[in-house]
């Protein structure tokens, strides 16, 4: 994928968020298209696959929690980015939209310079997995744990667990640096792909939280992703074995 000439599809039943939208990324070299419900944008999807999905929540019919779930339900969309962007900005509804496999949550009002900067980390973060996943290990062992490189899953206490590609990133990340811990900050450049203090440490926060709810065997008292009061995060196995 050349990230100058990505393709982006933009899903809001506003019309004139849609153009403003629309009008500010291909101003950045990308190639843009437009739907505006969530029938249209799984088809859209479906038979031009996007690059990247930026996707409104609240849509009559089917809003776009329903669509992102969708989108991860396809065989065909199912490691496809997708990026909220909503005015629902409560945190409760950030976890939702994390839960049903958003990459990224950015709230509306929203700058138009930060919304450029997160599509091009995420596009960035989606060609760097491509290219490294020729290169990482099989599967990567840690704390009782067994991450598989290929197809996306963890198989902990809870069984075989399907990760999303952020969910995938991160773990990567933080298993294959057991012992190191990553603050909020830190794991946003290096995972999220972001400059120094862009982005906001809640999405990682918010992530690591949905990441235990999916894979600890306790979510409310992780044993596996611990915190770091004050620091960060960190896995902390009883050994590492790449394969």
């Not at 849609?18 to 999807?45: C, I, K």
């Not at 409760?92 to 700058?111: H, M």
């Not at 963890?154 to 999303?164: A, D």
């Amino acid at each position: 994928m050349d990230l100058k000439n990505a393709r982006i599809l933009i899903v809001d039943d506003d019309q004139i968020v849609a153009r403003t939208l629309e009008r500010s990324l291909r101003a950045g070299g990308f190639q843009v298209s437009v739907s505006h419900n969530g029938v249209e944008a799984l088809q859209a999807a479906r038979s031009n696959r996007p690059d990247l999905v930026v996707l409104d929540v609240m849509m009559p019919g089917m809003d776009g929690y329903e669509v992102c779930r969708q989108i991860r339900n396809d065989q065909l969309l199912e490691d496809l980015p997708v990026l909220f962007l909503s005015a629902k900005g409560k945190e409760e509804e950030r976890i939702t939209g994390f839960r049903v496999g958003a990459d990224d949550y950015l709230s509306k009002p929203f700058n138009l310079d930060e919304l450029y900067l997160r599509v091009r980390a995420i596009l960035r973060r989606a060609m760097r997995q491509k290219e490294e996943t020729k290169e990482r290990p099989t599967t990567l062992q840690a704390g009782g744990y067994t991450l598989h490189v290929r197809s996306f899953q963890v198989i902990g206490p809870r069984g075989k667990i399907n990760l999303t590609s952020v969910q995938f990133d991160l773990l990567y990340h933080l298993m294959s640096h057991a012992g190191e811990v990553f603050s909020p900050n830190r794991l946003l450049q290096e995972v999220w792909g972001y400059p120094h203090d862009a982005g906001s440490p809640d999405l990682v926060r918010v992530h690591v939280k949905n990441l235990r709810t999916k894979i600890e065997e306790d979510p409310s008292n992780p044993t596996f992703i611990q915190t770091v009061k004050g620091h960060g995060y960190v896995v902390m196995p009883s050994e590492l074995v790449e394969v």
